[in-house]
């Protein structure tokens, strides 16, 4: 895996990083193209933006809000 360097700048009240053409390259991304950021044990990770775990995580969202006590119970056992 290579890591490379990158800066974060400011755009307006947010702030945005700058990836290497090489990398967007490699993984297909372009201006506008919507991204995920995840954080995990080992720091952020940035994977493009899949239609269909949207679809599936909007799914689960949902089903956690409606059986959240279920969910709840189940998780003493």
Not at 13 to 37: F, H, M
Not at 54 to 67: D, F
């Given at each position: 895996?290579?890591?490379?360097?990158?800066?974060?700048?400011?755009?307006?009240?947010?702030?945005?990083?700058?990836?290497?053409?090489?990398?967007?390259?490699?993984?297909g991304?372009?201006?506008?193209?919507?991204?995920?950021?995840?954080?995990?044990?080992?720091?952020?990770?940035?994977?493009?933006?899949?239609?269909?775990?949207?679809?599936?995580?909007?799914?689960?969202?949902?089903g956690?809000?409606?059986?959240?006590?279920?969910?709840?119970?189940?998780?003493?056992?």
């Amino acid at each position: 895996m290579r890591v490379r360097e990158t800066v974060i700048r400011p755009f307006g009240n947010s702030a945005g990083v700058t990836l290497p053409k090489e990398t967007l390259e490699k993984y297909g991304l372009d201006k506008g193209t919507r991204i995920y950021v995840r954080e995990t044990p080992d720091g952020i990770l940035l994977s493009p933006y899949d239609p269909s775990f949207a679809e599936a995580m909007a799914a689960y969202r949902e089903g956690a809000k409606k059986y959240r006590n279920a969910m709840r119970e189940l998780s003493k056992r």
